[in-house]
C-alpha cells in the first residue's frame, strides 16, 4: 500500500473558525510533511515530523498547528486563518528523511 | 535557498527528447525530481545523492554534477504521459530545509 490519504478533499472556512486537516499513511514511513501550494507555484515546506517529533518549522504562522498523535496519522489545526492561506494542503511521508515522498492529493482550503 | 530550474517551459512533439537542469549556488546532498499533472499530487520520479551519481529507468534518467551543483533529467522519446510540471527538490544537508525548485513545465504534443 503505497496511499497517502488526506481528508476533507475541499474545505471552506471563515477567518474565525477553527477546522484541522487529517493525513494518514500504512507505509510504514517515519517522516512525515506538510506543505502549502498556490496556483502555478511549487510545494513549499511547512513542517517535518520525524519519529513523530517536530524536526523543522519553517517560520510558519501560529495560526497553523501541527500534530502527530501517532506514527501514522499527522494533522494540521487551523485557527484564525487569513484569505491568502487559501491554496491546496499537501501532506507527504517517507521512510526516512532524505527518501523519497509520498504525496497524498491534497485538502484544497478556500479562507472566507 | 530555492534551486534554479531551466527551462521555465518547452513544447516537445511526441518521441522527442528534452532535458531540465536543477542548479544551486550551494553544495548540494540530495537532489529530487517529481512530476505533477494538474489538478494531481506530485509524484516522485527519481532521487540523486551527492557522488555524481546517475539514475534512471526506461526513457527517464537523472544525472547529478558535483562540481557544478547541478542535476540534470533526461526525459528520452516522450510520450504524452509525459506532460506535466517537473520539480526539482533539494537538501544541502540530511534533513534539513527540503527546498522545491520553481518548476518546468513540460507539454508534450501528439
Known amino acids: 500500500d503505497t496511499e497517502v490519504t488526506q481528508t476533507p478533499k475541499h474545505l471552506v472556512m471563515g477567518m474565525t473558525n477553527k477546522k484541522s486537516l487529517k493525513c494518514e499513511q500504512h507505509?510504514?514511513?517515519?517522516?512525515m510533511y506538510w506543505y502549502k501550494q498556490k496556483a502555478k507555484k511549487p510545494p513549499e515546506l511547512m513542517f517535518v515530523y520525524s519519529y513523530e517529533k517536530l524536526s523543522i518549522n519553517e517560520s510558519v504562522p501560529s495560526r497553523f498547528s501541527p500534530e502527530c498523535p501517532n506514527s501514522s496519522l499527522l494533522n494540521l489545526h487551523l485557527h484564525a486563518l487569513q484569505p491568502e492561506d487559501s491554496a491546496l494542503y499537501l501532506c507527504a511521508s517517507s521512510s526516512d528523511r532524505t527518501y523519497e515522498q509520498y504525496f497524498g492529493p491534497g485538502t484544497r482550503l478556500t479562507v472566507t | 535557498q530555492q534551486p534554479v530550474q531551466s527551462p521555465q517551459a518547452v513544447i516537445l512533439r511526441e518521441g522527442e527528447d528534452a532535458v531540465i537542469n536543477c542548479s544551486s549556488s550551494k553544495a548540494l546532498y540530495s537532489v529530487h525530481w517529481y512530476r505533477q499533472k494538474h489538478g494531481e499530487a506530485p509524484v516522485f520520479l527519481m532521487i540523486?545523492?551527492?557522488?555524481?551519481e546517475q539514475k534512471g529507468h526506461e526513457k527517464i534518467s537523472a544525472s547529478f554534477n558535483e562540481k557544478k551543483q547541478q542535476s540534470s533529467l533526461y526525459l528520452t522519446a516522450s510520450q504524452l504521459s509525459y506532460s506535466g510540471t517537473y520539480f526539482c527538490?533539494?537538501?544541502?544537508?540530511?534533513?534539513?530545509?527540503?527546498?522545491f525548485g520553481p518548476g518546468t513545465r513540460l507539454s508534450v504534443l501528439p
Open positions: 540523486l545523492l551527492k557522488g555524481g
Open positions: 507505509m510504514g514511513h517515519r517522516a
Open positions: 527538490g533539494t537538501e544541502y544537508n540530511y534533513g534539513q530545509n527540503f527546498v
